[in-house]
C-alpha cells in the first residue's frame, strides 16, 4: 500500500433510516484501516444521513439527495459512486440484494475485481470469503488498486448506531439513466424483526405441508420469541412461506442467537444459510435428517405436535 | 430480436465437494460437471421467449475450458439455436467473462442478455452487472418474472423483504433468481438435434481480452465443522436446556 485506506461505505437505508447491515459493514470497513466514510444517496434522505453521522467509527457522510435516488437504482447509484470513487482505496457494501446489485457495477467500471461475501479481513488488500455454498473457505488478495468488496454481514460485528458525530457533506446528483424506470415494490410490512438482523429466528420446512399450516403452526412460536420467520427452499417452492423469507446458498445468509428449524431436512445449501447461527435447535421426526449433524439440541417428535407444545410452555 | 444467454460449467448442484490437501482449491478432477442452475433457468427463459415468437434467435455463450462444449451441447438441448465457446485454460473471473461477454455483445447485438445471478462454485453474483456496466446498458438482476413488449422489458426482482418492479428499455440485461421458471427437462430427441447445431469456438485474444485474474487465490481450507450437540427426548427438556444452559432464551 503506497498511501493511507480510505474507505467508503455505500449505506443501505430506506431514506428515512439506516438498515442494520451498513453497521457490519461499517465495522468491516474500518478494519480495512483508515478513514471511513459513509455514502447516503437517497431522495428526502436527511434523516438517513443525519443517522449514518452518528455511527461510531465514521468521520464523514457523504449525503447525496435527488429523486432518481429515491429507489437505488443500480445505474444511477453506480454514476453517484463513480464521482466520488477516486477519493477511495476501498468500496464497500453490505451483501444484500441492494449492495449486491450495484457494487459489481461499480467494479467494472472501475475495471477492477470484486470481492463478494467477505467474512473476514486479513489486511488491506486480503479477505476471507465462503466459495461452494461455504463447503470451503477461500483467502483471496486483491491486485487492484481500488477494492470493491461486499461484506457478509453475519461475518462482522455492528458497529454503534451510536457515539459518532461525523461532518454531513452535501453532494450534488449527477444526473440518472434514462433506460430504466422504477415503476413500483411490493414490500411485506410485518412487525417482525428482519431475517438478516433477528436475534431469534424459527425457520419451516416441506414437512409443514401447506402454506395454512405453515402459518398456523410456526406463527404462534415467532410470536412467543419476538423471532423472524425463515424457510427452507423445499417449503418456498412449494408456495407455503413467501420468497425472501428463504434461508440458503441462494437465500438468505443469517446469523442469529438461536435458529429453531422446524421439519427442515437439512439440504447443504440451506446449512450454508445458518450453520454460524450460536444455537440450532431441530424438530424433526426422522432421526436421520442432516439437520441433526449441525444442531446442539435435537428433539426427535413430530413437529405439528412438538412446535405447539414449545409455543405453548415458553 | 437475438438473446444472449451465458451458461457456466460448474460442479453439480448434488456433488460435495473436498479442499485439495494443498490448500490450493476444491479438488474437481473427476467430479461430475453441469450447467450452473441459475444458467438453465436463463437458458428456459430465453427459450420461452423464442416460444412466445417474442425472440428469434437464441445464442449460449461459455467460457472456460474445452469441456464447456458439453454445457453448450446441454444448452442447445434446451433450445438454444447455436453456440459459441469462448475456449481458455486460464482461470477465469467474473471481470473477464464480463468483458467477453461484451465483446460478444458488440458482436452480435442482442436485444437481451440473461445470465444466471450467481454461479454455486465461486458464489459472485458479479458477471451480470459487470456486463450491463461495460456495455453501458440498464439492468435488473434477481428477476422473478419477465414481460417483453414494445422494445421494454419489464420485470419483477426479488429484494429484501419482497418484489421491486422495473421496467427497461432494450437492450438490457437480466440475471435470474431462483423462482424466474422451472427449467424443463431435456428430451433424448433433443439431445441428438443439439449435437448437430452450429458451435463456434473463439479465444479471448480473437476478442481482444486480456482475461488475467485480478484476485489471487492464497488458500483454500474446510470451514470450522458445527459438531452435533445433544438430542433432548422431550419439549419442557429443550426448554430447560435453552434457558439453563444456552441462555438464548
Known sequence: MTSLAQVLVVAEHDNASIKGATLNTVTAAAQCGGDVHVLVAGANAAAAAAAAAQIAGVTKVLHVDDADLAHGLAENVTAQILAVASNYSHLVFPATASGKNVAPRVAAKLDVGQVSDITKVVSADTFERPIYAGNAIATVQSTDAVKVLTVRTTGFDPAAATGGSAAVEVLAAVGASAAVSFMGSEIAKNDRPELTAAKIIVSGGRALGSSEKFMEVMTPLADKLG????????????????????????????????????????????????????????????????????????LEADLFVAVPELASVL | MK??????????????????????????????????????????????????????????????????????????????????????????????????????????????????????????????????????????????????????????????????YLSLSLPAIITTDL???????????????????PLDIVKPEDLGVNVSPRIKTLRVVEPPQRSAGTKVPDVATLVAKLKAEAKVI
Not at chain 1, 446469523?255 to 447443504?268: E, F, K, R, W
Not at chain 2, 450447467?35 to 427463459?45: G, H, K, L, V
Not at chain 2, 423462482?179 to 447445431?197: D, E, F, G, Q
Open chain 2, 3 to 164: 438473446v444472449l444467454v451465458a451458461v457456466k460449467r460448474v460442479v453439480d448442484y448434488n456433488v460435495k465437494v473436498r479442499v485439495k490437501s494443498d490448500n490450493s482449491g476444491v479438488d474437481i478432477a473427476n467430479v461430475k460437471m453441469s450447467m450452473n442452475p441459475f444458467d438453465e433457468i436463463a437458458m428456459e427463459e430465453a427459450v420461452r421467449l423464442k416460444e412466445k415468437g417474442v425472440v428469434t434467435e437464441v445464442i449460449a455463450v461459455s467460457c472456460g475450458v474445452p469441456q464447456c462444449t458439453d454445457t453448450l451441447r446441454t444448452a442447445m438441448a434446451i433450445g438454444a439455436d447455436r453456440g459459441i465457446l469462448v475456449e481458455t485454460t486460464e482461470e477465469l473471473q467474473p471481470l473477464a467473462v464480463a468483458k467477453l461477454l461484451k465483446a460478444l455483445v458488440d458482436k452480435e447485438q442482442p436485444g437481451l442478455v440473461i445470465l444466471g445471478k450467481q454461479a454455486i462454485d465461486d458464489d459472485c453474483n458479479q458477471t451480470g452487472q459487470m456486463l450491463a456496466a461495460l456495455a453501458d446498458l440498464p439492468q435488473a438482476t434477481f428477476a422473478s418474472k419477465v414481460d417483453i413488449a414494445e422494445g421494454k422489458a419489464q420485470i419483477t426482482r426479488e429484494v429484501d423483504g419482497g418484489s421491486e
Open chain 1, 227 to 298: 423471532a423472524a420467520m425463515g424457510a427452507s427452499r423445499a417449503a418456498v417452492d412449494a408456495g407455503y412461506a413467501p420468497n425472501d423469507w428463504q434461508v440458503g446458498q441462494t437465500g438468505k445468509i443469517v446469523a442469529p442467537q438461536l435458529y429453531v428449524a422446524c421439519g427442515i431436512s437439512g439440504a447443504i445449501q440451506h446449512l450454508a444459510g445458518m450453520k454460524d447461527s450460536k444455537v440450532i435447535v431441530a424438530i424433526n421426526k426422522d432421526p436421520e435428517a442432516p439437520i441433526f449433524s449441525v444442531a446442539d439440541y435435537g
Open chain 2, 179 to 197: 423462482r424466474l421458471n422451472a427449467p424443463r427437462y431435456v428430451t433424448l430427441p433433443n439431445i441428438m438435434k443439439a449435437k448437430k447445431k
